[in-house]
C-alpha cells in the first residue's frame, strides 16, 4: 500500500477545516474501505463511515477520520458550515481528497488522479451535499441489512452497466431514462434520472429485485397544474411508463421489471404522495411504487425488513 510522509505533526490544536502539518503515515486496508466509500457515494457523514466499518470503535475512527483530512486523502467540504450555522453539533461530512484519488489510482486503478477534487469539493453547494446524503442515508442502510445477511447480494450500479445489451451513449448521467407515453389523452415525453440505482440478488432464490431510488427533500411539489412543469406525479408517471408489462426502462438496463422507492422528509408527505399516484392511476395505484419517510427509515432496525408503503397503500417489504 502506499506511504505517505511529512513533517513532523504540530503541537497546536488543530482546526477542523484547514489542514494542519500531518505525521508520516502508511495506509492500512481499513484506510482504503474509508476513502473507498468515501468516493463511491461522494459525500459521507462520520455516522455512515461507522455503519459501514463496524469491527472499528467510532471514537477510534473518528481519530483515524481526521488523520487522513490532515493527510489530504479526504476533505471537509467547507459548505457544511451553513448546516452548523444552522442546526448545530452534528457528524462531519467528508468527500474525496486530492491525495486520496491518488491512491485509488495507485491500488485500484480507478479515479482519476488529475481530478482537482479540493476545487470540486469547494464549489459543491450545500443544497447539494445534503441531497447527496440523503441519498447515502438510504444506501449506507441497504448496504449495512446486506452485509448482516448470507443469503443476498448488493448488485452495484457499475454491475448493472456491463451487464446492459448495448453500451450506453455518452449522456451527463449513465442511467437517464426517456420515454413517450400518453396523459390526458395526448402524447408527452418524459424523462427522469433516478438518485440510486441497484440490484439484490436472492442467492437461496436463485431471482434478483432491482429497485431505482428517489431521495425526495420536499424541495419539489408533489403535483402541478400542468404536466409540463416539474413535479413528483411526473417523475411517477415516467416511471410507470417505462415499467409495467413493457418495461422499456428494464430492457435498457438489461434488467427484470423494477420498483422505485421513494424515501420523504414526512409521513404526511408522503401520504399526499400516494394520494397523487391513486388520482392519476384512477384509484388503482400501483405495487411498483414504495414509500417511507426519513425518520421511518432511520428508526428502523433492518431496511430489508421495514415494511414500505406501497402506492395501493398496502404495507410491503424489499425481501418479499
Given at each position: ?5 511529512a513533517?513532523?505533526?504540530?503541537t ?14 502508511f495506509?492500512?486496508?481499513d484506510?482504503l474501505a ?7 457515494h ?9 455503519r459501514?466499518?463496524?469491527h472499528r ?7 483515524r ?6 493527510n489530504?486523502l479526504?476533505d471537509?467540504?467547507?459548505?457544511q ?7 448545530g ?6 468527500a ?6 491518488t491512491?485509488l489510482?495507485?491500488?485500484?486503478g ?11 469539493n ?18 449506507v442502510a441497504?448496504?449495512c441489512a446486506?452485509?448482516?445477511?448470507k ?8 454491475e ?5 445489451p448495448?453500451?450506453k451513449?455518452?449522456a451527463h ?7 413517450r407515453?400518453?396523459?390526458?389523452g ?6 427522469v434520472?433516478?438518485?440510486?440505482v ?12 432491482y ?14 397544474a400542468?404536466?409540463?412543469q416539474?413535479s413528483?406525479?411526473?417523475?411517477f408517471?415516467?416511471?410507470?411508463a ?9 430492457q435498457?438496463?438489461?434488467i427484470?421489471?423494477?420498483?422505485v ?9 408522503m ?14 395505484g ?8 426519513k ?8 431496511v ?13 417489504r424489499?425481501?418479499d
Amino acid at each position: 500500500m502506499p506511504s505517505l510522509t511529512a513533517p513532523p505533526l504540530a503541537t497546536v490544536r488543530r482546526s477542523r477545516y484547514t489542514r494542519d502539518t500531518a505525521a508520516p503515515m502508511f495506509l492500512t486496508a481499513d484506510d482504503l474501505a474509508i476513502i473507498r466509500n468515501i468516493a463511491k457515494h461522494r459525500f459521507l457523514r462520520s455516522s455512515h463511515l461507522t455503519r459501514l466499518l463496524q469491527h472499528r470503535s467510532d471514537k477510534k475512527l473518528v481519530e483515524r477520520l481526521g488523520v487522513l483530512f490532515h493527510n489530504g486523502l479526504i476533505d471537509r467540504p467547507r459548505a457544511q458550515l451553513d448546516y452548523y450555522a444552522t442546526a448545530g453539533s452534528a457528524p462531519m461530512v467528508y468527500a474525496l481528497g486530492n491525495r486520496g484519488a491518488t491512491a485509488l489510482a495507485e491500488v485500484d486503478g480507478t479515479h482519476s488522479a488529475h481530478v482537482d477534487w479540493t476545487d470540486k469539493n469547494r464549489t459543491a453547494g450545500r443544497l447539494f451535499i445534503n441531497h447527496t446524503l440523503g441519498v447515502a442515508d438510504v444506501m449506507v442502510a441497504i448496504e449495512c441489512a446486506v452485509n448482516r445477511r448470507k443469503d443476498v447480494r448488493l448488485i452495484e450500479p457499475d454491475e448493472i452497466l456491463e451487464r446492459a445489451p448495448r453500451p450506453k451513449p455518452m449522456a451527463h448521467h449513465p442511467f437517464v431514462l426517456k420515454i413517450r407515453t400518453h396523459h390526458d389523452g395526448a402524447p408527452v415525453d418524459l424523462a427522469v434520472i433516478p438518485d440510486a440505482v441497484f440490484g439484490l440478488d436472492f442467492i437461496d432464490k436463485n431471482t434478483s429485485k432491482y429497485f431505482f431510488l428517489e431521495a425526495d427533500r420536499a424541495t419539489m411539489p408533489v403535483m402541478r397544474a400542468s404536466l409540463a412543469q416539474t413535479s413528483m406525479l411526473r417523475k411517477f408517471l415516467a416511471y410507470r411508463a417505462g415499467g409495467g408489462a413493457g418495461n422499456a426502462f428494464g430492457q435498457q438496463l438489461g434488467i427484470n421489471n423494477f420498483r422505485v422507492l421513494t424515501v420523504t422528509t414526512t409521513r404526511e408527505r408522503m401520504e399526499t404522495m400516494v394520494a397523487a399516484l391513486k388520482e392519476a392511476t384512477r384509484d388503482s395505484g400501483s405495487r411498483q411504487f414504495l414509500f417511507t419517510d426519513k425518520a421511518t427509515l432511520a428508526n428502523a432496525a433492518d431496511v430489508l425488513t421495514l415494511a414500505w408503503t406501497s402506492g395501493k397503500g398496502e404495507a410491503v417489504r424489499l425481501v418479499d
